[in-house]
């Protein structure tokens, strides 16, 4: 197939096999009937679940069977390796499931955190604009007519106004630019890193991409850990959810080798600063009542709904703040022209 599903596609397609799986159903039979559910003869997802089809025909192994179509992420390959070979592929199909849902639900809040700000700082640059480019030029022909001229800020503004009429397609290549650089750093994988590594580095969004960390960190290790997985496999499995950010990698490297050497997960994971605060305490507690995995799932819960709030939060306070800053600019340029205009005309009178 080539093409790699989407989380809503693998969320799709776990929690379909795990309710497959769950009624007693085998893999083989149950990818015929999600296939004759997938519709035209020419759609993708069909073609993918033909391709699964004959690997398993071919293997009779059914995370071999997904690894040979190259759309399923790792992960996902692993993780199902384990469950079939522990008899638990239906529970950790349905745990993946649960998981891409997060995962997907994260990439929403982010998409609305990000998309709204610049929606409303285009319409800002729009509004400037049109101040500048039409609606100044008129009030400089009042001016011309009752024998005075433009000073201060709406003079500068007025010939900023003249120089982007006069040079709009330079103007328009620079607009065509930064789109194109837009969609290159939202829609490619080496667009996607820069952005996160940018957005890493800015207060406003550090501890959002943070605690994004802790819930894939948490989610990962719960589902491996239930799998039947040991510590050494649950840390290579993370390992893959955490490409791209080399900060956390560290950390989890050193939690990985203090688990190695001795120590107890839970320490491990707060001693590292995989876990801090509230997390290293639950995770404490539970590795000493058995219940590891329960205390990940919580905490991978926990951080979700850490991430949304503080992303709510955070376009809450944008809001008004940049509310107030078209209304500074707007009001400004306005008064730069009409206190001086109402001196003329009382001059006048």
């Not at 700000?117 to 400089?140: D, E, Q, S, T, Y």
């Not at 620079?174 to 820069?194: M, S, Y």
Request: charged share 20%; hydrophobic share 45%.
């Amino acid at each position: 197939m080539g093409k790699v599903l989407s989380n809503s596609e693998r969320i799709l397609f776990c929690e379909q096999m795990g309710m497959i799986l769950k009624s007693g159903i085998s893999a083989a039979e149950g990818i015929m009937i999600m296939k004759e559910d997938a519709g035209q003869e020419e759609s993708p997802l069909r073609e993918l679940y033909e391709e699964i089809q004959r690997n398993l025909d071919e293997t009779g192994i059914f995370y071999d069977a997904l690894e040979e179509t190259g759309a399923f992420p790792d992960y996902m390959i692993q993780m199902a390796r384990i469950g079939e070979q522990t008899g638990n592929l239906d529970e950790v199909m349905e745990g993946l499931a649960a998981y891409y849902e997060r995962e997907e639900n994260m990439v929403q809040d982010i998409k609305s955190a990000v998309t709204y700000p610049l929606l409303m700082l285009g319409m800002m640059l729009v509004i400037f604009l049109v101040m500048i480019v039409k609606v100044l030029p008129v009030f400089a022909q009042v001016y011309e007519q009752l024998g005075g001229q433009m000073t201060g800020m709406a003079a500068v503004l007025l010939q900023a106004g003249i120089g982007i009429r006069r040079y709009y397609g330079v103007i328009l290549l620079i607009v065509f630019l930064l789109a194109a650089g837009c969609l290159w750093l939202f829609c490619t994988p080496q667009g996607k890193e820069r952005f996160r590594k940018m957005a890493g580095g800015f207060f406003g969004t550090r501890k959002i991409l943070s605690r994004m960390q802790t819930a894939r960190f948490a989610s990962g290790m719960s589902m491996a850990l239930r799998s039947g997985m040991d510590y050494t496999g649950a840390f290579h499995m993370v390992d893959s959810l955490l490409q791209g950010d080399d900060k956390v990698r560290k950390k989890l490297e050193d939690c990985r080798e203090r688990v190695e050497e001795g120590e107890s997960f839970s320490a491990a994971a707060v001693q590292s600063g995989m876990l801090t605060g509230l997390y290293g305490r639950m995770l404490y507690i539970a590795e000493r009542t058995g219940d590891t995995d329960g205390a990940l799932k919580k905490i991978a819960l926990q951080a979700d709904s850490e991430v949304t709030a503080r992303i709510q939060n955070f376009i809450s306070v944008l809001e008004p703040t940049m509310v107030a800053i078209l209304s500074v600019l707007v009001g400004g340029i306005l008064l730069s022209v009409m206190v001086p205009l109402m001196g003329i005309l009382s001059s006048i009178g």
